[in-house]
């Protein structure tokens, strides 16, 4: 069965880990402990985990996906750690820090006797040298900088266990960057590789609970417990070694097959379950294990602001207000996937509701449309000098939801004379759109422990390829900001200023990953969905 925390953990689960059981027609609640009453951790056995695939580049800076996430949250450690139930960044290998005034210097103390797992020690020299990696890049090695890093400018060793960061900026932002996948620690040996041998996850050398012991490309990678683990972060229910022996990950494409894996115990932990097989999960004994995600984004509809069609404001109100997102709900997702309010999880610290403004208004958007000069055409769909109200849309292949609801809108959007082509799930299409700001619309959700800014910025990011200039001055108030009363009321702003002020962003669903897990398994996930296997066990 899926694990029922103990009190101070449940909090944390229920806060944006982990929600069990949430079925349709059921409320959230946690499922019953494995085994015994008492929910003894078990000690020994491995653990599978089922994902749609398997990383093949484990950089550090390119880990913004889960394939490569799961994998570095039970391999590695990080400066510090963020705690979903409280929003705040919390100790990990940085016992301790301080932050100057204006938010450009950071003073972490680093926790004593932590080794990687070739024995040299985690330090504050090691620290140093990982920080100025990850803010500054290698360009000999084509090893671009972190970008959640904004304004790092160096790092030094101020005593045998402290650095000091300084930026060329304030980023108040910096501090809980620390706490992300992409900032996760590795050996000074590691470092020195080229980007492919960095690249390797047979020569990452790390800190964390599981060590590399083999892999089958592309199909698994397998990690043993490392035996003298024992510096977990201050927000872990163990605090010493992993329980489990192994950890294997394991890549398994076809969504069908993945809950088989767990029905037939070829797996104990399946992530990417289709809302249209939880129910029948359910029936044959697995539980649902339903990870929100306050470190990533909600799943939005970015329009490239100087596309085609879509440059009209007007035509991209439009398109927000043109589609009925309880009927997408009830049509494609399930009671796992809150809709969004926001360009953030409503789990996530600061979240603002802006649904009322995204409410469903067919009669709304006919009338911008047709004040913008998009008359219907002969076929249905509307025309303006010469052109057709038509656009693409582009999303990976990651999500098992994002093709079929961009199905359930491109028909939404049909009644209103919009033509909406769709290839989400295509990875070829998608690289492709992803480097051409003319490509009308990315659907996606992201990372973003370093704030908004680096999503939107600059003229050239992906999402929208539009530098505005109030959102930056917001972004850049954000980041001075050292009250965070007044952070919240920035970070309202932003959300503002993206979905409804330039109206770039449509809103979808609230992150969550949707995971099959066998019986007798006691997992919990942390707050980018990632499984904390150091504190999994198995009751066999």
């Known amino acids: 069965m899926f694990s029922s925390p103990s009190r101070s953990r449940l909090a944390v689960a229920v806060g944006a880990v982990l929600v069990a059981g949430l079925l349709a027609g059921c409320t959230a609640q946690a499922a019953t402990e494995p085994g015994a ?178 892999q089958v490309p592309d199909q698994e990678i397998r990690f043993a417990k490392r035996e003298d683990y024992a510096w977990p972060s201050s927000i872990s229910t163990n605090q010493g070694a992993a329980h489990l022996d192994e950890v294997v990950f394991r890549a398994i494409p076809e969504v069908g097959l993945r809950v088989g894996a767990v029905s037939s115990g070829q797996a104990d932990i399946a992530r990417g379950i289709q809302p249209t097989d939880e129910a029948a999960a359910t029936a044959s004994g697995i539980e649902l294990a339903v990870a929100q995600a306050p470190e990533l984004t909600a799943n939005w509809a970015a329009f490239r602001g100087n596309a085609p069609v879509v440059s009209d404001q007007d035509v991209r109100r439009a398109l927000q207000i043109g589609f009925d997102r309880e009927a997408l709900k009830a049509t494609v997702l399930s009671d796992s996937y809150p809709l969004s309010g926001s360009v953030l999880n409503r789990s996530a610290p600061g979240f603002v509701d802006l649904g009322d403004d995204l409410a469903y208004d067919a009669d709304e958007a006919e009338r911008l449309l047709d004040d913008a000069g998009w008359t219907v055409g002969s076929d249905g769909i509307r025309e303006k000098d010469g052109q057709r109200l038509a656009l693409s849309v582009a999303a990976s292949p990651r999500s098992v939801v994002i093709k079929p609801a961009f199905e359930f809108i491109e028909s939404e959007w049909r009644k209103l004379g919009v033509e909406l082509t769709n290839n989400a799930g295509d990875s070829a299409i998608l690289a492709t759109a992803l480097g051409d700001p003319s490509y009308p619309a990315i659907g996606s959700r992201q990372f973003y422990l370093g704030g908004l800014g680096p999503l939107f910025s600059a003229a050239g990011n992906t999402n929208t390829y539009v530098s505005d200039d ?71």
């Open 470 to 540: 109030e959102l930056n001055a917001l972004f850049a108030t954000e980041r001075a900001s050292t009250d965070p009363a007044a952070r919240d009321a920035v970070l309202a702003d932003i959300q503002e200023r993206l979905v409804l002020g330039t109206n770039l962003l449509v809103p979808l669903w609230d992150e969550v990953q949707v995971h099959a897990v066998g019986p007798g398994v006691s997992v919990t996930f942390d707050g980018g969905t990632a499984p904390l296997l150091q504190e999994a066990w198995i009751q066999e």
């Open 37 to 214: 009453a008492s929910g003894t951790p078990v000690e020994g056995g491995s653990l599978v985990f089922a994902d749609i695939e398997l990383q093949t580049d484990f950089q550090v800076q390119k880990g913004f996906n889960y394939t490569q996430s799961n994998v570095f949250r039970n391999i590695a450690d990080r400066l510090t750690a963020f705690d979903p139930e409280s929003g705040e960044v919390v100790p990990w290998i940085a016992s301790d820090w301080s932050i100057n005034g204006d938010n450009t210097e950071f003073t972490f103390t680093i926790r004593p006797g932590v080794t990687f797992s070739d024995g040299t020690p985690l330090d504050a020299a090691a620290v140093k040298a990982n920080l100025d990696q990850l803010g500054l890049g290698d360009e000999a090695k084509k090893i671009v900088k972190n970008r959640d890093f904004i304004g790092y400018a160096s790092s030094e060793v101020t005593g045998e266990d402290t650095v000091v960061v300084r930026l060329s900026e304030p980023n108040a932002d910096f501090l809980k960057a620390t706490a992300a996948s992409t900032a996760s620690l590795v050996s000074t040996s590691t470092l020195a590789l080229d980007y492919a041998g960095q690249a390797d996850i047979s020569k990452i050398v790390a800190s964390g609970p599981f060590v590399f012991e083999s």
